[in-house]
């Protein structure tokens, strides 16, 4: 519909506007603006009386953070495995389902129940399952005579572990859209494949995947920036251990912002990462682009 077809219905255009406007720049922009402002203030809330303006000096204090770089390479890690663990999960799940089992639905419905769930119950239901005293999977070893695991007490089996919940969270969602992805593609190249004598692993491989790869990218994008900021269940897991193993990015703001009570430092560090995430996405909206040309899709 036109602007100039709306007539008088203009006042109630702006009148079914006015509410997500104004939660638009209440609860988004006027944070974010309040945030790059703080950015360049030295603002401790115990000890200072209120913002003092510092120029640039938080931001000379980031580039030269060695504990910033530790947790943004911890993250990055992080990040990069589970991105990858949920998207083979998701093309897995995608084509079992995609191959019409016997109750789909049913089973499609339970398969996504932990996306639905919160982060926090996320992370505390896996800090339970691992659990040396209570868990399930400790005891499930121990009864095979297996060896006594601390599964949230080493280096490795914590970053793993917060990997494994946060798959277990989010693979539904990457198996829904390569699920979706999949049934649009037709039936009838399926049937020809086998016709020629294609296995399974070939069907998949030449026929199923070069048509979803355009929503493997896109999925694989959406995870990447959003487990980048995972902050939920480093606090129920593992607290950022053991160590400072587990110290993601979004941990470190956490402890600045409220544990250091640093406001202006941390608001430096996340107007920081704001405009690396810019960056990355713009870099990744490009290549997608390029990518998903050349896939014709």
Known sequence: MRWA????????????????????????????????????????????????WNHLQNYGRLLHDSGLLESLRISVMFTGAATAVELLVGLGVGAFFDSDPPARNLLLGIFLLPMIMAPVVVGTIWAILFDPTIGPIPYLIQVLHGPRVEWLGSSVLALGGLVVADAWEWSPLLALLLFSAMQTIPREQYEAARVDGSSGWQLFWR?????????????????????????????????GGPGASTGFVSYYVYRQAFQAYELGYASTVITGLLVLLAVVYGLYLR??????????V
Do not use: C, H
């Open 5 to 52: 077809t709306l007539g008088r219905g203009r006042f109630y255009f702006f009148l079914l506007m006015l509410p997500a406007v104004l939660y638009v720049v209440a609860w988004r922009i006027a944070p974010a603006l309040y945030t790059i402002l703080l950015s360049f203030t030295q603002y401790n809330i115990v000890y200072d009386s209120g913002p003092t």
């Open 207 to 239: 026929v199923v995947l070069p048509q979803v790869r355009g929503m493997v990218i896109v999925a694989a994008g959406l995870r990447f920036m959003d487990a980048l900021l995972e902050l939920d269940k480093v606090i129920v897991m593992t607290g």
């Open 287 to 296: 290549n997608s682009s390029r990518m998903l040309r050349s896939a014709n």
